[in-house]
């Protein structure tokens, strides 16, 4: 990194993380909403969401080679720039078709931003605390997701959904500008990897090398997290529509999510201690998920709605968290932008086959058996953790005895 230092480097890409993430939660929740208004079904609603997810499912592992070579700040601006032209596409083309194209180059890009943010706190410098500095970061970026549904609900209720891409457009010009200015080039003194020929070479060795087994239970505890939270990213505002709530009401029940996982990120040193390490951590947190999620259809006062949104982002503020530390620490700095640009990809992954198996769902069986799929899903995928734990406390238990 330069020599501006790490703490100011840190509350840089905190700020543009806040406004970055603010802007693209002004438009996630309400493109569902979007869609169904366009006539689609909950299969066609589905299979949009993962047509649209397709691209930026191969763009992380690319993005994270960009970040080793060029550094992290030309990245973080190219996914703003190329995030906010994609909107003014959709402002002047209002339609499913374009839909699909716009969304695409929209995920894209986020994708290059958020492998980009997430190296460049990986790499603020050695000696610092990756959870604390990883679970501020996600509070930061939960900070944007929590006040921008409830502007975007507003805008959607009284402009419609055309006029906010074009207001999500110039918002985030303006974020780019605001990383241009906070956050430096970067680049690492080992930032960089070999080129031949015209492209970028990808080495299945490197992968083999970095990821190693505590890697790979953080990247498929991120998986199966994504996977199982999609029913409620994609079904959850066409059910409190369909319930008889506006859009407003939508990004308000968003909002208490995020700020939820804020309170819980900021504290999620205290709650690693608490639990006695990131393992028990994690299993509790899928755990939570899970119970969010299975809950979900018995909700429809506004009381239940809000505790629901609680739990879940009691889940997801510590899930997604522990994943990045976990695999930002298991790596050295120079591996960092690749290693969390393929948990990105599997999390990219999740997002592409998740709106398709629960599109099905929804479509078969209703709202209800969808929201506790996802939850039988998580219980499922925890007890494999669960029991890899106590074989690891009793292994280390005999060590010492």
Same mark, same amino acid.
């Given at each position: ?11 840089? *890409?905190?700020?543009?993380?806040? #406004? ?11 493109v569902p909403?979007? +869609?169904t208004d ?5 299969? /066609?609603?589905?299979?949009? /969401? ?10 992380? $592992? ?18 703003? $720039? ?28 986020? *994708? ?30 939960? +900070? ?29 010009l303006i ?57 409620? %990213? ?14 407003? +009401? ?21 709650? $690693? ?18 119970? &969010? ?21 009691? %889940? ?5 968290? #522990?994943? /990045? ?12 932008? #690749?290693?969390? &640009?393929?948990?990105?990809? &599997? ?18 069986? &209703? ?35």
């Amino acid at each position: 990194m330069s020599s501006i230092p790490a703490s100011r480097q840190f509350f840089g *890409i905190c700020t543009g993380a806040i #406004l970055a993430f603010m802007g693209f939660s002004m438009t996630d929740p309400l493109v569902p909403l979007m +869609v169904t208004d366009l006539g689609a079904s909950p299969r /066609m609603l589905g299979v949009l /969401m993962s047509l649209t997810s397709i691209g930026s499912c191969f763009t992380a $592992i690319p993005a994270g080679m960009l970040v080793q070579h060029y550094g992290t700040r030309i990245p973080i601006i190219m996914g703003c $720039i190329l995030s906010a032209l994609s909107c003014l596409f959709l402002y002047f083309f209002p339609s499913f078709r374009a839909l699909l194209c716009g969304l695409t180059i929209y995920n894209i890009a986020k *994708i290059i931003l958020i492998v980009a943010a997430q190296a460049h706190v990986g790499n603020l410098g050695e000696g610092r605390d990756a959870s604390r500095d990883f679970g501020h970061y996600a509070a930061a970026t939960s +900070v944007g997701q929590l006040i921008g549904p409830s502007i975007s609900g507003l805008i959607f209720d009284h402009y419609g959904g055309s006029f906010l891409w074009l207001f999500v457009s110039i918002f985030l010009l303006i974020t780019a500008v605001a990383f241009f200015v906070l956050i430096d080039s970067g680049k690492t003194s080992k930032a960089h990897i070999e080129i031949k020929g015209s492209s970028f070479s990808f080495k299945i060795n490197q992968v083999k090398k970095i990821l190693d087994f505590n890697v790979v239970v953080a990247i498929l505890s991120s998986f199966i997290a994504v996977f199982a939270n999609g029913v409620r %990213g994609t079904f959850f505002p066409v059910y409190i529509r369909g319930i008889g709530y506006s859009a407003f +009401v939508v990004g308000v029940m968003i909002s208490i999510r995020a700020l939820t996982s804020i309170v819980v990120r900021c504290l999620m040193p205290r709650i $690693i201690n608490l639990t006695g390490g990131r393992h028990p951590a994690l299993i509790f947190s899928l755990f939570a998920l899970a119970v &969010g999620l299975g809950s979900t259809s018995f909700c429809h006062s506004l009381w239940a709605l809000a505790i629901n949104s609680m739990i879940v982002g009691l %889940g997801m503020g510590l899930a997604l968290p #522990l994943g /990045m530390a976990t695999v930002s620490e298991g790596v050295q700095p120079k591996d960092r932008g #690749l290693a969390l &640009g393929i948990r990105l990809t &599997g999390n990219k992954l999740a997002n592409i086959l998740n709106p398709l198996f629960f599109g099905l769902v929804t479509q078969w069986w &209703g709202f209800s058996l969808a929201f506790m799929m996802g939850g039988i899903i998580l219980i499922i995928a925890d007890l494999p953790i669960f029991f890899y734990w106590k074989r690891k406390q009793k292994s280390n238990f005999s060590t010492r005895s």
